[in-house]
């Protein structure tokens, strides 16, 4: 938090500055920065304020690239916000000029970003489709990162469909790929979501253990949200064993 604030603070102090020497290149840059912050902060009409003067900025400058992807931002906080039609919206504006322009990275996210709204829509199988053009995007262009957090969406999607073998197999697919880039929060996402596919199979051994190597890795990035979700996951495996005072210190 106190680390956000002060970027904000940065921020804060470049868009003057930009605007005063009429650097719009920077002062866009600044907005959609400030924006993601304000997004990461919870404070969404003031990120997607940012974003739209930033869209404004880019569309005047002809930056098409930069339009889709800030439109792509915008969608993002209409999905927390639980305005999912309109982040299709946004989303279905911004694919065909990330696509225009050439731009595989950007589509990648655009296409993944759809394919999550219909994953929390119920529609499984219009999020499959939509993550595999995302993952084999990826996979052309090389990026790693892209692509372990896709095969991890695969899987809940899989996850979701009771398919768990297959939830299994993207699961394991995207680990090596979390750990080879080195990021321990989506290593920590998916150790957990491994986890609770053996403990929906009734492997509460195998599930433990996962849940052991998730937890750690949770609290060392400070991802309270993901530290409680393995909690929960832990104390319900517990509970689920028959441990119920152990469940119990696991889940308060």
């Given at each position: 938090?106190?680390?956000?604030?002060?970027?904000?603070?940065?921020?804060?102090?470049?868009?003057?500055?930009s605007r005063e020497s009429g650097d719009r290149t920077s002062e866009a840059?600044?907005?959609?920065?400030?924006?993601?912050?304000?997004?990461?902060?919870?404070?969404?009409?003031?990120?997607?304020?940012?974003?739209?003067?930033?869209?404004?900025?880019?569309?005047?400058?002809?930056?098409?690239?930069?339009?889709?992807?800030?439109?792509?931002?915008?969608?993002?906080?209409?999905?927390?916000?639980?305005?999912?039609?309109?982040?299709?919206e946004h989303y279905s504006q911004s694919l065909p000029i990330s696509q225009?322009?050439?731009?595989?990275?950007?589509?990648?996210?655009?296409l993944i970003s759809i394919g999550k709204v219909y994953s929390e829509l119920?529609?499984?199988?219009?999020?499959?489709?939509?993550?595999?053009?995302?993952?084999?995007?990826?996979?052309?262009?090389?990026?790693?990162?892209?692509?372990?957090?896709?095969?991890?969406?695969?899987?809940?999607?899989?996850?979701?469909?009771?398919?768990?073998?297959?939830?299994?197999?993207?699961?394991?697919?995207?680990?090596?790929?979390?750990?080879?880039?080195?990021?321990?929060?989506?290593?920590?996402?998916?150790?957990?979501?491994?986890?609770?596919?053996?403990?929906?199979?009734?492997?509460?051994?195998?599930?433990?253990?996962?849940?052991?190597?998730?937890?750690?890795?949770?609290?060392?990035?400070?991802?309270?949200?993901?530290?409680?979700?393995?909690?929960?996951?832990?104390?319900?495996?517990?509970?689920?064993?028959?441990?119920?005072?152990?469940?119990?210190?696991?889940?308060?």
């Amino acid at each position: 938090m106190g680390e956000q604030q002060k970027a904000l603070e940065y921020y804060s102090q470049s868009l003057p500055l930009s605007r005063e020497s009429g650097d719009r290149t920077s002062e866009a840059f600044a907005l959609i920065c400030a924006g993601r912050v304000y997004s990461e902060l919870g404070e969404k009409q003031t990120a997607l304020e940012y974003y739209s003067q930033s869209f404004k900025l880019f569309q005047a400058m002809g930056d098409r690239e930069q339009q889709a992807r800030t439109l792509n931002y915008m969608g993002m906080v209409y999905s927390d916000l639980g305005e999912k039609q309109k982040a299709l919206e946004h989303y279905s504006q911004s694919l065909p000029i990330s696509q225009a322009v050439g731009d595989r990275s950007g589509q990648a996210v655009i296409l993944i970003s759809i394919g999550k709204v219909y994953s929390e829509l119920g529609d499984q199988q219009k999020a499959l489709e939509y993550y595999s053009q995302s993952l084999a995007l990826f996979q052309a262009i090389g990026d790693r990162s892209g692509e372990a957090v896709n095969l991890t969406s695969i899987g809940n999607v899989y996850a979701e469909l009771e398919d768990k073998q297959k939830a299994l197999d993207y699961f394991n697919q995207s680990l090596p790929l979390r750990r080879v880039v080195g990021d321990r929060a989506g290593e920590a996402l998916t150790l957990t979501s491994i986890g609770n596919v053996y403990a929906k199979l009734g492997d509460k051994q195998k599930a433990r253990e996962y849940f052991n190597q998730s937890l750690p890795l949770t609290q060392a990035t400070r991802d309270r949200a993901a530290e409680a979700l393995t909690l929960y996951s832990i104390a319900t495996v517990k509970r689920d064993s028959g441990n119920l005072n152990e469940a119990l210190t696991n889940g308060t």
